[in-house]
């Protein structure tokens, strides 16, 4: 019989605990910053920091799960076979905002190179380095364990938007990295908020509809990566993903108004077919 005591409040320790780990990490980014270290030392050290919920989630493991295995668990979380039609569906929609954010950046805005990026050396290595110092890192913690856990005992819906809420919270210093002041980064916080929790709403549907950690990962990253690739203001560029992501939140919901987000309840997943009760 295990003996180890079982945390009582398990997400909240997740979430302090991944702060706790963050904050040193972004710190030290600021002083090899400082110190004028190459760009590649710098892009490392924002991975790292990425994965402080992994790693919070590790050390609790034990308490949060006693007696289960933590490489099994993460197994376990991509163990479900892919259905192609929800990760299509769900790029689509993606690819879908980036055109539209791209129409309105190219029409409003008066610079002449609308992309980032200017080779396919550094499309692949920006594609890449978006990989490791978000989606990878960041997923297994907020959605393979948060996100689960307070579906237990609330509605994916609720969940998302609790998860959610404390998700963009963990962002919190980066914003005043953004170089915005006064009214400006009120907007941004505004804008970047909603941005996340209505991507966080997109997340919990497909996620729920696959139950395959792969899916909020790729949503995760194609946000990341097209936002990345647009050369346009910061502002504006957070402004267009928040109504965009925020109209697409809104008619899941729509569409799902009895389960709220396909809860784990009322979805099975056999064999890559969704059984819908």
Same mark, same amino acid.
Request: hydrophobic fraction near 55%; aromatic fraction near 16%.
């Given at each position: 019989? $295990? %003996? *180890? ?5 398990? /997400?909240? !320790?997740?979430?302090? =605990?991944?702060?706790?780990? #963050?904050?040193? +990490? ?81 029409? $409003? %805005? *008066? ?5 980032? /990026?200017? !080779?396919?050396?550094? =499309?692949?290595?920006?594609? #890449?380095?978006? +990989? ?96 990345? =690739? ?6 504006? +560029? ?40």
């Amino acid at each position: 019989m $295990n %003996s *180890e005591k079982k945390l009582k409040k398990p /997400i909240a !320790s997740f979430i302090l =605990l991944t702060n706790l780990i #963050f904050l040193p +990490l972004f710190c030290l980014i600021g002083i090899i910053s400082m110190l004028g270290l190459p760009a590649w030392v710098i892009d490392v050290m924002f991975c790292l920091s990425a994965w402080s919920s992994t790693f919070a989630f590790a050390v609790l493991f034990k308490k949060i799960y006693p007696g289960q295995s933590f490489i099994q668990f993460v197994k376990d979380k991509f163990n479900n076979k892919l259905i192609f039609s929800v990760i299509l569906t769900a790029i689509m929609i993606q690819a879908s905002i980036f055109l539209m954010i791209l129409f309105l950046v190219s029409k $409003n %805005s *008066e610079i002449n190179v609308i992309f980032t /990026i200017s !080779s396919w050396g550094m =499309l692949v290595y920006f594609f #890449f380095k978006n +990989l490791l110092s978000g989606p990878l890192g960041e997923e297994l913690g907020w959605r393979g364990f948060a996100q689960m856990e307070l579906q237990k005992k609330h509605s994916p819906l609720k969940a998302s938007i609790i998860i959610g809420f404390w998700w963009g919270m963990w962002h919190l210093p980066i914003w005043f990295t953004t170089g915005l002041v006064g009214i400006d980064l009120i907007k941004y916080i505004l804008f970047f908020m909603i941005a996340i929790m209505s991507t966080k709403i997109v997340m919990t549907a497909f996620y729920n509809l696959n139950q395959n950690l792969i899916v909020p990962i790729i949503i995760h990253q194609f946000f990341n990566f097209f936002i990345g =690739l647009i050369n346009g203001n910061l502002l504006d +560029l957070i402004m267009y993903n928040a109504i965009l992501y925020l109209v697409v939140a809104v008619l899941l919901i729509v569409i799902n108004p009895k389960n709220v987000l396909y809860g784990k309840e009322e979805i099975n997943v056999i064999h890559g077919e969704i059984d819908c009760h």
